[in-house]
C-alpha cells in the first residue's frame, strides 16, 4: 500500500505487520464537540531594556610590512 493515500471502504491496511480492513458507515454524522473558551490574557509590562556595557578593546599593533593587526590567543 502506498503512504498518505486515502482510505476507502473495503481496503486492507497492513500496520506493524497486522492486517486491517478499513469499513465505511454512510450513515455516520461527523462528531461534534465544543472547543473550550481561551480566556485572554492582559499583556504584561515589559523589563526596561538597560544599555549594555560596552567592552573596552585594546588598541593591538599593527604590522608595518602589512598593515595586519597581531592575533591574540586568550
Known amino acids: 500500500m502506498r ?3 486515502k482510505l476507502v471502504d473495503g481496503d ?3 500496520f506493524n505487520e497486522e492486517f486491517y480492513l478499513v469499513i465505511l458507515n454512510p450513515d455516520a454524522q461527523p ?3 465544543e472547543l473550550p473558551e481561551i480566556e ?3 499583556p504584561q509590562p515589559k523589563k ?3 544599555p549594555k556595557k560596552e ?3 585594546k588598541e ?3 604590522d608595518a610590512k ?3 593587526k597581531s592575533i591574540d590567543f586568550f
Open 31 to 33: 462528531a461534534e464537540f
Open 40 to 42: 485572554e490574557v492582559a
Open 55 to 57: 567592552a573596552k578593546q
Open 3 to 5: 503512504k498518505r493515500r
Open 60 to 62: 593591538q599593533p599593527r
Open 12 to 14: 486492507l491496511v497492513q
Open 66 to 68: 602589512s598593515g595586519r
Open 48 to 50: 526596561e531594556n538597560k
